[in-house]
């Protein structure tokens, strides 16, 4: 209750935006000064409230067994002033934070970081930075353009960078495994989304199972504590898939102790689905792709010849004309025509 502390504790709402201070142990109240925190309370417009506590192990508090000389964060109903259930959150040591997402329905987070624990000190303390919103443009999303607003505390919208995940945009070189918050798997080709879903007997513990690739012998998902909706990417493979569930006792998941069931699909469509085994049932689909085609040699062809032909041309001239004169023309006159008259008429 607050009211314990009524000069010892501090409350941070929202509009605060930042509150930084020393936080002592309830055990050291009685050596701690007044305006000293030892609870500090994160306000909320609803009763319930957040508190933030120093555990300081020592005097009557040097048996506690759980968050010795830790910060506790809780939370509890009734404002601080009555008794209420209260439930443990987180228990941080030096450097450690912790996130209140949408804190009292500001659409802004919540950080509270511890700086240091200093047990030396007389009364030890921690330190501590509770902030609400952005304080600078590490904050907010620099790949969507966004900027801090100093005075507002709030991360304001611009130009979103290029080539960058977390612009909004699913961009070349970017796939649904490197950026999943922008690559949808099912819309995105070369990529399946595979889904398992499993609804156990009366008792979950006892069923696990698990999904592989068996042309690579991959792993591609399993589950020791079967939740009802498991889903995972992956890229796109011709493969057999062995789908192995179990159960340790013996009765599967359906239909002695209660009506289990299992489907398992791919892109929206049920490849097996079950649920009536003993200890152990596999089911299998799809098939091993044809091997990939033989790759073009690698290797230069084989170059040109780069010696001469080992035949030399021939370097003889061919046989001269002949030499000697040809024939002359006869030299002796033709025989020449008759003389006599011919004889005369009769």
Same mark, same amino acid.
């Given at each position: 209750?607050?009211?314990?502390?009524?000069?010892?504790?501090?409350?941070?709402?929202?509009?605060?935006?930042?509150?930084?201070?020393?936080?002592?142990?309830?055990?050291?109240?009685?050596?701690?000064?007044?305006?000293?925190?030892?609870?500090?309370?994160?306000?909320?417009?609803?009763?319930?409230?957040?508190?933030?506590?120093?555990?300081?192990?020592?005097?009557?508090?040097?048996?506690?067994?759980?968050?010795?000389?830790?910060?506790?964060?809780?939370?509890?109903?009734?404002?601080?002033?009555?008794?209420?259930?209260?439930?443990?959150?987180?228990?941080?040591?030096?450097?450690?934070?912790?996130?209140?997402?949408?804190?009292?329905?500001?659409?802004?987070?919540?950080?509270?970081?511890?700086?240091?624990?200093?047990?030396?000190?007389?009364?030890?303390?921690?330190?501590?930075?509770?902030?609400?919103?952005?304080?600078?443009?590490?904050?907010?999303?620099?790949?969507?353009?966004?900027?801090?607003?100093?005075?507002?505390?709030?991360?304001?919208?611009?130009?979103?960078?290029?080539?960058?995940?977390?612009?909004?945009?699913?961009?070349?070189?970017?796939?649904?495994?490197?950026?999943?918050?922008?690559?949808?798997?099912?819309?995105?080709?070369?990529?399946?989304?595979?889904?398992?879903?499993?609804?156990?007997?009366?008792?979950?513990?006892?069923?696990?199972?698990?999904?592989?690739?068996?042309?690579?012998?991959?792993?591609?998902?399993?589950?020791?504590?079967?939740?009802?909706?498991?889903?995972?990417?992956?890229?796109?493979?011709?493969?057999?898939?062995?789908?192995?569930?179990?159960?340790?006792?013996?009765?599967?998941?359906?239909?002695?102790?209660?009506?289990?069931?299992?489907?398992?699909?791919?892109?929206?469509?049920?490849?097996?689905?079950?649920?009536?085994?003993?200890?152990?049932?596999?089911?299998?689909?799809?098939?091993?792709?044809?091997? !990939?085609? #033989?790759?073009?040699? /690698?290797? =230069? $062809? %084989?170059?040109? &010849? *780069?010696?001469? @032909? +080992?035949?030399?041309?021939?370097?003889?001239?061919?046989?001269?004309?002949?030499?000697? !004169?040809? #024939?002359?023309?006869? /030299?002796? =006159? $033709? %025989?020449?025509? &008759? *003389?006599?008259? @011919? +004889?005369?008429?009769?």
């Amino acid at each position: 209750k607050t009211g314990w502390y009524s000069d010892r504790h501090a409350v941070f709402s929202q509009q605060d935006r930042t509150w930084t201070g020393k936080v002592f142990g309830q055990t050291d109240y009685p050596v701690t000064n007044e305006g000293d925190t030892v609870l500090l309370k994160l306000n909320t417009a609803s009763s319930t409230d957040y508190y933030v506590q120093f555990n300081r192990k020592i005097g009557n508090n040097s048996g506690t067994n759980e968050g010795g000389n830790q910060v506790l964060v809780t939370r509890a109903g009734g404002e601080g002033t009555s008794y209420s259930e209260s439930e443990l959150l987180a228990k941080l040591n030096a450097r450690g934070s912790f996130s209140l997402q949408n804190f009292d329905n500001s659409g802004f987070e919540l950080r509270l970081t511890v700086n240091a624990i200093n047990l030396n000190a007389s009364p030890a303390y921690a330190n501590i930075t509770v902030q609400v919103g952005c304080f600078s443009n590490a904050d907010c999303n620099a790949c969507g353009g966004e900027t801090c607003g100093i005075e507002s505390g709030v991360c304001e919208a611009g130009t979103p960078l290029d080539n960058c995940c977390g612009n909004g945009v699913c961009e070349a070189g970017e796939n649904p495994i490197s950026c999943p918050s922008e690559c949808v798997c099912s819309n995105t080709p070369g990529y399946s989304l595979f889904e398992v879903e499993v609804i156990t007997d009366n008792y979950p513990g006892e069923t696990s199972w698990s999904l592989k690739n068996m042309c690579t012998g991959t792993d591609m998902g399993s589950m020791a504590d079967p939740q009802l909706d498991t889903q995972f990417c992956v890229e796109d493979v011709n493969a057999e898939l062995e789908f192995t569930i179990n159960d340790t006792y013996g009765d599967g998941i359906c239909c002695g102790y209660g009506s289990g069931s299992y489907n398992v699909k791919q892109d929206g469509v049920v490849m097996i689905s079950g649920g009536e085994f003993a200890s152990t049932e596999i089911e299998s689909f799809g098939s091993c792709g044809p091997p !990939p085609a #033989t790759p073009n040699p /690698t290797n =230069n $062809p %084989t170059s040109l &010849p *780069t010696s001469n @032909p +080992t035949t030399p041309l021939p370097t003889a001239n061919p046989t001269t004309e002949p030499t000697n !004169p040809m #024939t002359t023309e006869p /030299t002796a =006159n $033709p %025989t020449p025509s &008759p *003389t006599p008259s @011919p +004889t005369p008429n009769p």
